[in-house]
């Protein structure tokens, strides 16, 4: 048996980039996401990370469309754990965290910028302190996404001054083209990082962009950090076939779990690892 705690799999069901035309299975409508994220809630995944479209596939942050993916997520998933994403290829300023009065478990929260493939991600420090108030004001968990050694820093920084209340949850974004390439020596100075600063069984995970997204999983499995996968980062199952559902590739990391004698995080599991409140049971 493992030594480490249960994996934790996030699933990342949609994004903000793939569309249709790059894989049919890429979930867009409200419904097409719930029922996307069921099935891979069955196959083990205990967090969903969520993002929401408009009816042409484009991305929105319109906190209605939020707050009905949230009530049918509550409904079919109604112990999963909810991360809304305030990524900024959904909007801009403030209108990125317009969503976070609905009060998910989870959400997303870059603490710097960085480049992305053709633009700067554009993260200034005005609207990461009010976006990690508002996560505070409402009682939701950050996750930072880290795409850079600095961001761990400024986490670490952002938690001693009192902006973010917990230990946080880190994941380690690698992958993306011009920002931190999936390189293990700085992956495992990453992991050292963390349990320096935040003590050594602070919870981390990983993310592996496009084809790293086996390869991030895997060495996060082994080194006892948490796994995302799902159809936003990769919608591929290799290089020659497109991922079916994102419940496919939610079952792939359940495979890599086994290989290394890792359990799959139950949501009451995971939910006591990142230290959140267990779920309320649905009105009768």
């Not at 996030?10 to 979930?27: E, H, M, R, Y």
């Not at 891979?40 to 009905?68: C, L, M, Q, W």
């Not at 996560?135 to 938690?159: C, N, R, Y």
């Amino acid at each position: 048996m493992s030594k480490f705690d249960p994996c934790i799999i996030c699933v990342a069901i949609t994004g903000s980039l793939p569309q249709k035309s790059d894989n049919p299975a890429v979930p867009i409508s409200i419904s097409e996401q719930v029922e996307s994220t069921h099935e891979a809630y069955d196959a083990g995944a205990s967090i969903v990370h969520a993002h929401v479209r408009n009816e042409d596939g484009s991305p929105s942050s319109d906190p209605e469309k939020f707050a009905r993916l949230q009530e049918g997520l509550r409904r079919y998933c109604p112990d999963m754990i909810i991360q809304f994403s305030t990524g900024g290829r959904s909007g801009a300023g403030k209108s990125r965290g317009a969503m976070l009065p609905l009060s998910p478990d989870m959400a997303s929260l870059s603490v710097g910028s960085n480049n992305f493939p053709t633009r700067v991600y554009e993260n200034p420090p005005d609207l990461v302190d009010w976006l990690a108030g508002e996560m505070m004001t409402h009682g939701i968990k950050p996750e930072v996404e880290a795409f850079d050694l600095s961001h761990i820093l400024q986490a670490w920084k952002m938690w001693k001054q009192g902006k973010i209340r917990d230990v946080p949850y880190v994941q380690f974004v690698m992958g993306v083209q011009n920002a931190m390439p999936a390189d293990k020596a700085v992956f495992d100075y990453y992991i050292r990082t963390v349990q320096r600063l935040f003590g050594e069984n602070a919870p981390w995970c990983a993310a592996g962009i496009g084809r790293h997204q086996a390869e991030l999983n895997d060495w996060s499995i082994a080194a006892g950090g948490h796994a995302r996968t799902g159809l936003e980062d990769n919608i591929r199952l290799d290089r020659h076939t497109l991922a079916h559902s994102n419940a496919a590739l939610v079952r792939l990391t359940v495979e890599n779990c086994a290989r290394y004698e890792r359990e799959v995080a139950s949501p009451t599991d995971a939910r006591r690892i990142l230290g959140l409140r267990q779920s309320a049971p649905l009105p009768a």
